[in-house]
């Protein structure tokens, strides 16, 4: 009892900080980019090509979520600008150089395990 009073007496410290509108924006934006991006993926064809490719939808969860706001605002970009019904191989382009810089970068492994 004598050691939890001693606790009472001790001031705690709490930090606060304001949150910009930016930093706000930037979450929502996050947000946004990995939904527009997840709607093409979750497209038939471009899940057949990735399978093809031997990439299944866990791996790319994971490489989605390890892209920095920049890369995904640009990759969300690059599908907003293309027309419908194209540009799949373009987005297929897209995703094997993202996961090249990962490979090279040293954060993935997927194309060792190719024989």
């Not at 497209?43 to 939808?57: F, K, P, S, T, W």
């Amino acid at each position: 009892m004598i050691v939890s009073l001693l606790g009472l007496g001790s001031p705690m410290t709490v930090q606060a900080e304001i949150l910009g509108t930016l930093a706000g924006l930037e979450s929502t934006r996050r947000g946004a980019d990995l939904e527009r991006i997840g709607n093409v993926l979750a497209r038939e064809q471009v899940r057949e090509q990735m399978q093809a490719l031997g990439v299944n939808q866990a791996q790319i969860e994971t490489r989605l979520a390890g892209l920095t706001d920049a890369e995904l605002r640009t990759l969300a970009e690059r599908m907003d600008n293309m027309p419908a019904g194209a540009g799949l191989f373009e987005l297929i382009g897209v995703v094997f150089v993202v996961l090249l810089i990962l490979e090279l970068v040293g954060v993935i492994d997927i194309f060792k395990k190719i024989p």
